[in-house]
C-alpha cells in the first residue's frame, strides 16, 4: 500500500478543473468538508462550468444556489430537500434516471466523472477502506473517475459487501472526524399508523422487504413485531428495520439472494443505526447496479415493495417525483422495485400514501395534475392503500380501478370523483355492478 498523506481539503480541491464534472458520495457521507472547500475555491475566480452530481445528500449544497451561477451547476440524480428550492427555481437541476441506471450513467460514459469526492473509513489491515452506508453510485464514480479524494473519518462504519475498495484506489487525502448527519424522522401521526397497520396486513411471514426512511414505513414496520423470518433486500434502510432484527423477526432465512443477509446500497439514520452497520456481517452493503436489478430483486420470494406517491389518478397512474411542473423529489428506485415485486413469486408491489395533503388537497384526482410525470404506470401498480383502507388494482379495467380507488379517497372528495368518472367513461359507470 502506498503511504498516505493527508492534505488540507482548500489543497485538495483544486484538483477540480473548470468544465470538470464532479460526484459527490450520497446521504450522511456526503463530505461536508470538501462540500465547504469547494465552494471557497468557487469564490476565487478560478473555476467555470463545473456540474456537480450525486444522489440525495444530506447537509449543506450551496453550490445549487443562484450565487454560484456559471461556476457550479448541480445536476442532481434526486431532488433532495437541500437542492429542491434552486431545481424548482431553475438554479439548479434534476436529471431523471431509474437507481438501478445512475452507474451505469458513469460506466458507460454517458456522464463523466472527472473527480469523485467521497468519504471513507480509516484503513484496515488488509490496506482497505469502506465506503460505509453510502455504496449506490459511488463505487462506479471512483472507477470512471480521472482524480479521487478521500476524507478518512474514524465516524463512517465499516461496512461489508462490496463497499470496500483499496487505500490506493484514493489520489488526495483528507482528514476529517466531524459525526455523520443524523437523520431523524417524525413520529408517525393517527393517520400514518392506520396506512401502516393496513400495509402490515400484507406482510406474510417470510416476505422481503423494500420500503424507506419516513414515517409510514416506521409505521409499517412497528406492526411486524408478531412476523416470523422476514428478509430485506432494499435500496435503503433506517433505524425502524432496527427493532424488528433485535426481536427476530428479520432472519432472512427465506430469501434466495444473499440468504441470511440484509441488502442496501445505502443507509440513512442515526449513530445507533451507523453502530448497527459497523464491522456487520449480517449487512451486505452493494453496488446499486445489483440491489436495484428488477431481476435479482424478484429472484427472492414475497417481496413486499412498499413506495410512497405524491398523487394517483383514477386509473392508477403514479406521480411521485414531482408537484405538477415542479420537482419534488426524483424517480428513485420505486419503479426498480415495482418490477421486481411483480416478477418474485407471491411479490406484492404496493403503494401507500395518506388520501391528501397535510393541506387538505386530495392525492387521488381524476387526472394527474398538468405537468406531473407518471413514475409508475398504470398497468405497474397491484395494491394501493390509503388510511381507509388496501384495494388490489392488478389486473382489473379502468372503470373496475376508478371505483376501487374512490373507495379508498378522502370522503370530502368522492362525490367529485365519482362525478369525473362518470363524466370520462359514461353511463355504464353508474350502471355496471363490479
Known amino acids: 500500500m502506498k503511504p498516505i498523506h493527508f492534505v488540507s481539503a482548500d489543497e485538495a480541491v483544486k ?18 468538508v470538501l462540500v465547504e472547500a469547494l465552494c471557497r475555491r468557487g469564490e476565487s475566480g478560478e473555476l467555470k462550468n463545473v456540474r456537480i452530481h450525486h444522489l440525495h445528500t444530506e447537509g449543506i449544497a450551496p453550490y445549487a444556489g443562484e450565487h454560484y451561477e456559471g461556476v457550479f451547476f448541480s445536476q442532481s440524480f434526486f431532488v433532495g430537500s437541500n437542492v429542491r428550492r434552486d431545481v424548482q427555481a431553475g438554479w439548479a437541476d434534476y436529471i431523471p434516471v431509474f437507481l438501478s441506471e445512475t452507474q451505469q450513467l458513469y460506466r458507460q460514459h454517458v456522464i463523466p ?13 488488509h490496506g482497505y477502506v469502506s465506503l460505509g452506508p453510502s ?23 465499516r461496512t461489508w459487501g462490496n ?14 472526524d466531524r459525526p455523520l448527519i443524523p437523520a431523524t424522522p417524525a413520529a408517525p401521526t393517527e393517520v400514518e399508523m392506520q396506512i401502516g397497520h393496513h400495509v402490515a396486513a400484507l406482510v406474510e411471514d417470510g416476505a422481503c422487504l423494500q420500503m424507506g426512511i419516513g414515517a409510514i ?30 426481536k427476530g423477526c428479520i432472519t432472512g432465512m427465506k430469501k ?10 445505502f443507509c440513512m439514520g442515526s449513530r445507533k443505526l451507523y453502530d448497527f452497520l459497523d464491522d456487520n456481517p449480517g449487512v451486505y452493503m452493494s453496488d446499486v447496479k445489483y440491489t436495484n436489478d428488477p431481476y435479482i430483486i424478484a429472484s427472492n ?12 389518478d383514477i386509473t392508477g397512474q403514479v406521480c411521485a417525483d414531482s408537484l405538477g411542473t415542479k420537482f419534488y423529489s426524483g424517480v428513485g428506485g420505486q419503479t426498480d422495485f415495482i418490477q421486481g415485486a411483480s416478477l418474485s413469486e407471491g411479490g406484492k408491489a404496493i403503494i401507500a400514501m395518506p388520501s391528501t395533503t397535510l393541506k387538505g388537497v386530495s392525492k387521488i384526482a381524476p387526472t394527474l395534475t398538468n405537468g ?21 388494482l392488478y389486473g382489473k379495467s379502468l372503470q373496475e380501478r376508478a371505483k376501487l380507488i374512490i373507495g379508498i379517497a378522502h370522503p370530502s372528495v368522492r362525490e367529485e370523483l365519482d362525478r369525473a368518472a362518470f363524466e370520462r367513461f359514461g353511463p355504464h359507470f353508474h350502471s355496471a355492478s363490479f
Open 217 to 246: 414505513p416506521n409505521a409499517v414496520l412497528a406492526q411486524l413485531t408478531d412476523r416470523k423470518d422476514l428478509g430485506v433486500h432494499t435500496e435503503m434502510f433506517s433505524d425502524g428495520m432496527l427493532p424488528l432484527v433485535e
Open 113 to 125: 466523472c472527472d473527480v469523485a469526492m467521497i468519504q471513507v473509513s480509516p484503513v484496515d489491515r
Open 135 to 157: 455504496v449506490d453510485a459511488t463505487l462506479a464514480a471512483i472507477e470512471c473517475a480521472r482524480t479521487v479524494v478521500a476524507v478518512m473519518n474514524p465516524n463512517v462504519p
Open 256 to 265: 434466495h439472494y444473499r440468504r441470511g443477509r440484509i441488502v442496501s446500497t
Open 163 to 176: 463497499s470496500n475498495i483499496p487505500a490506493d484506489c484514493v489520489d488526495v487525502w483528507v482528514e476529517d
Open 301 to 312: 420470494p414475497k417481496v413486499c415493495a412498499i413506495n410512497s406517491a405524491l398523487q394517483v
Open 372 to 392: 406531473a410525470g407518471v413514475v409508475t404506470t398504470r398497468n405497474q401498480v397491484h395494491y394501493l392503500v390509503t388510511e381507509y383502507g388496501t384495494v388490489d
Open 15 to 32: 484538483v477540480v478543473k473548470s468544465n470538470d464534472h464532479i460526484h459527490f458520495s450520497s446521504v450522511s457521507c456526503c463530505p461536508q
